[in-house]
T-cell receptor, first 109, second 116 residues
């Protein structure tokens, strides 16, 4: 079993839609949960991070963590064409980062 | 300044060439990383430096040689690479390697390397 599972997509949504991106993980040592956004031919950019179960909101973005189910989600409200990118979930044991494969998102105007 | 810079942006090299990738940060971070990313794949960790000492080497071939001259700089020396080494090479930094609520990684824009 892979330590991190993420649906690669691609995912296409109309502008204004709510987007839900998800990752599952198997390693109980993961302590920190992150979402990165990566535009084509650019380095990943940290969007959100959290270390506890529950929801964390930042503008149009909400990160959700369910440690009991080993499941994290990123919700994007009122999606914009500028949100078109690859979204990577990432996990940190404290010594090493693990990335999901990334989900490619296209928001269509 | 929350920026990690990398030079060059693009590099084309032959299999017999020797070249170096450079990374710089001025955030006072004490952990720096090299990742390799192939198209449509997640970043793969290569090396971790903590307090200017190599702390993790993920079984990377010796044709890749990292160097940390000081706490702000990280180099990756390349020699006798293969075409399959063509990828985006990403540098990242974080406050420290042990866990901490402020231990986010900041990535540079990457160097796009092509080996002919």
């Amino acid at each position: 079993q892979k330590e991190v599972e993420q649906d690669p997509g691609p995912l296409s949504v109309p502008e204004g839609a709510i987007v839900s991106l998800n990752c599952t993980y198997s390693n109980s040592a993961f302590q920190y949960f992150m979402w990165y956004r990566q535009y084509s031919r650019k380095g990943p950019e940290l969007l959100m991070y959290t270390y506890s179960s529950g929801n964390k909101e930042d503008g149009r973005f909400t990160a959700q963590v369910d440690k009991s189910s080993k499941y994290i989600s990123l919700f994007i409200r009122d999606s914009q064409p500028s949100d078109s990118a690859t979204y990577l979930c990432a996990f940190n044991t404290g010594n090493q980062f693990y990335f999901g494969t990334g989900t490619s998102l296209t928001v269509i105007p | 300044d929350t920026e990690v810079t990398q030079t060059p942006k693009h590099l084309v090299m032959g299999m017999t060439n020797k070249k170096s990738l450079k990374c710089e940060q001025h955030m006072g971070h004490r952990a720096m990383y090299w990742y390799k990313q192939k198209a449509k794949k997640p970043p793969e960790l290569m090396f971790v430096y903590s307090y200017e000492k190599l702390s993790i080497n993920e079984s990377v071939p010796s044709r890749f040689s990292p160097e940390c001259p000081n706490s702000s700089l990280l180099n990756l020396h390349l020699h006798a690479l293969q075409p399959e080494d063509s990828a985006l090479y990403l540098c990242a930094s974080s406050q420290d390697v042990p866990a901490g609520v402020d231990n986010e990684q900041f990535f540079g824009p990457g160097t796009r390397l092509t080996v002919l």
